[in-house]
């Protein structure tokens, strides 16, 4: 009877212990924690940037395609208003594409204001107004103002191709190189109007009096 009564003291003991060792009110849905303490994000930093790349690039793609029409208008020469007027056609589907690596990142199509764009594309209507309508010199800075436009793009284009193709994201990459291939030609054809005699022509012209 002794015996009995020590173990039914000792199962109560254990069972006090148990109950007493879960929590009375367990944490549901607890946040991930890295490393560091903070809580984990569903998204990179990286993924981040690459993101808020491609909202800047989408905007600076659909604000060109309003300034081309102006650029083409203002030019001089038969063969630099072919240029801007292939390029218009090139940048609404540089548009289309930027829609498609959205949808493959899965995020909505969301332009976001880019100031270097926004800068190099008034600065290029600036020259409409400071040269002279019918000469090269206008042709010779309007190539000028097209080509930082590239510039920009082959760099922003470059450096998302790469870093696309790091993170793992193949199709993506591909698609903006792509993209990048034909900017870089676009600056190449934009040199060979240039050096189509226009640089040289421009340089024999005299002052002019008609503007715009």
């Not at 008034?122 to 010779?140: Q, S």
């Not at 676009?186 to 002019?208: Q, S």
């Amino acid at each position: 009877m002794e015996k009995h009564s020590k173990a039914e003291k000792e199962n109560t003991i254990t069972a006090r212990s148990k109950t007493a060792s879960k929590p009375s009110s367990p944490i549901k849905n607890k946040p991930a924690v890295n490393g560091n303490g903070k809580l984990k994000q569903d998204t990179s930093l990286l993924e981040e940037f690459v993101l808020d790349a491609i909202k800047d690039i989408y905007w600076a793609e659909k604000h060109l395609i309003k300034t081309m029409p102006k650029l083409n208008k203002a030019a001089t020469t038969p063969e630099l208003k072919r240029v801007f007027t292939d390029h218009l056609a090139v940048s609404e589907e540089h548009v289309s594409r930027l829609e498609k690596v959205f949808e493959l990142m899965g995020k909505k199509a969301q332009a976001k204001k880019c100031e270097a764009m926004a800068g190099i594309t008034k600065e290029a209507e600036g020259i409409i107004e400071e040269t002279e309508k019918g000469t090269l010199t206008r042709d010779v800075a309007l190539i000028m103002a097209a080509q930082k436009v590239e510039h920009y793009e082959i760099a922003t284009y470059g450096g998302l191709v790469q870093i696309t193709k790091i993170m793992g994201k193949g199709e993506i990459s591909g698609i903006l190189a792509q993209t990048l291939a034909e900017e870089k030609d676009a600056d190449h054809l934009l040199t060979e109007v240039a050096e189509n005699n226009i640089n040289m022509e421009a340089e024999e012209e005299g002052d002019g009096e008609e503007k715009n």
